[in-house]
């Protein structure tokens, strides 16, 4: 988000809120010290809600003012086209492709051996591993995060892009390209360190940080009094739905391949405690 008008604490800004809530304009209000910020979301037009807080301030009366903003109301009005105004989003999904696309799916082990979470050799039928001591003191610090870059079927990556595309793509236009690469460094570091312990480095996706935007845009919206992302109230049910037939093996038996079900379920509670830990720094709404 980005910030609009500063002014002293003496200034009630309940109105002008409510009527940008009242014509669908994202924003907050941060106090600090003895002054408020007015922030709104980045695809918002600052200039006309500037020459509308002036109108206001100047004794003019807003039920008179309609407003017309691009503003999409909803998830699914995401498109294509955005990415441009989206950078985090953008390189997720350049990067997971190409990454991908140089393992071969998982054909490919002398590329996935330096994107895995540990170095590795196959002798046999026995895999060999560093631990992640030897890991952290090599230097390759990269490796907490790369795994989420490696896909291994068509299906895999398109249904993973799709939601970091859509719900990661609102967090980022809402909350700021900063604050998205936090909760995506955050949940992958975490769900991918929990797959390692319980797996080895044998996997890959970006399915923890899809079930982390998931919860976190959930939990957002529980914890709001005006919801921001307005996600579907049976998507959250979907999620932990499809967690648990991760666990029972069902989508491997229907031929979906091996699931990473420690980094769906670590990046679900990494994305909820970070829901709740930002509510701390990011501006809340008036």
């Given at each position: 988000?980005?910030?609009?008008?500063?002014?002293?604490?003496?200034?009630?800004?309940?109105?002008?809120?409510?009527?940008?809530?009242?014509?669908?304009?994202?924003?907050?209000v941060v106090e600090e010290d003895d002054c408020q910020t007015l922030f709104v979301a980045a695809h918002i037009n600052r200039e006309k809600v500037l020459d509308l807080f002036n109108y206001w301030q100047e004794g003019g009366d807003l039920n008179k003012?309609?407003?017309?903003?691009?503003?999409?109301?909803?998830?699914?009005?995401?498109?294509?086209?955005?990415?441009?105004?989206?950078?985090?989003?953008?390189?997720?999904?350049?990067?997971?492709?190409?990454?991908?696309?140089?393992?071969?799916?998982?054909?490919?082990?002398?590329?996935?051996?330096?994107?895995?979470?540990?170095?590795?050799?196959?002798?046999?039928?026995?895999?060999?591993?560093?631990?992640?001591?030897?890991?952290?003191?090599?230097?390759e610090l990269w490796r907490i995060w790369t795994p989420m870059f490696m896909h291994f079927s068509l299906l895999h990556i398109l249904f993973n892009l799709l939601w970091v595309w859509m719900i990661g793509g609102a967090i980022e236009r809402l909350q700021?390209?900063?604050?998205?690469?936090?909760?995506?460094?955050?949940?992958?570091?975490?769900?991918?360190?929990?797959?390692?312990?319980?797996?080895?480095?044998?996997?890959?996706?970006?399915?923890?940080?899809?079930?982390?935007?998931?919860?976190?845009?959930?939990?957002?919206?529980?914890?709001?009094?005006?919801?921001?992302?307005?996600?579907?109230?049976?998507?959250?049910?979907?999620?932990?739905?499809?967690?648990?037939?991760?666990?029972?093996?069902?989508?491997?038996?229907?031929?979906?391949?091996?699931?990473?079900?420690?980094?769906?379920?670590?990046?679900?509670?990494?994305?909820?405690?970070?829901?709740?830990?930002?509510?701390?720094?990011?501006?809340?709404?008036?």
């Amino acid at each position: 988000m980005l910030p609009v008008v500063k002014t002293d604490l003496t200034v009630d800004l309940t109105e002008f809120t409510h009527f940008l809530w009242a014509n669908d304009i994202p924003h907050r209000v941060v106090e600090e010290d003895d002054c408020q910020t007015l922030f709104v979301a980045a695809h918002i037009n600052r200039e006309k809600v500037l020459d509308l807080f002036n109108y206001w301030q100047e004794g003019g009366d807003l039920n008179k003012i309609k407003v017309q903003v691009k503003n999409p109301k909803s998830l699914s009005s995401f498109n294509i086209a955005e990415l441009k105004q989206l950078p985090a989003t953008a390189v997720l999904i350049f990067l997971s492709a190409v990454i991908t696309l140089l393992i071969d799916f998982g054909g490919n082990a002398n590329w996935m051996v330096i994107f895995s979470f540990a170095d590795f050799s196959l002798n046999s039928s026995q895999i060999e591993y560093q631990t992640l001591s030897t890991m952290i003191s090599s230097g390759e610090l990269w490796r907490i995060w790369t795994p989420m870059f490696m896909h291994f079927s068509l299906l895999h990556i398109l249904f993973n892009l799709l939601w970091v595309w859509m719900i990661g793509g609102a967090i980022e236009r809402l909350q700021g390209t900063a604050h998205f690469i936090l909760l995506v460094l955050f949940s992958a570091a975490l769900s991918n360190l929990a797959q390692f312990w319980v797996t080895g480095p044998l996997f890959g996706g970006l399915s923890g940080v899809v079930f982390a935007v998931l919860g976190y845009t959930w939990l957002w919206d529980q914890l709001s009094s005006r919801p921001l992302f307005k996600l579907p109230k049976a998507l959250f049910g979907f999620m932990i739905f499809w967690l648990v037939l991760g666990y029972t093996g069902t989508l491997e038996f229907i031929g979906l391949g091996a699931i990473a079900n420690t980094a769906h379920l670590t990046g679900l509670l990494s994305g909820l405690a970070f829901a709740l830990i930002s509510r701390v720094w990011l501006p809340r709404a008036a």
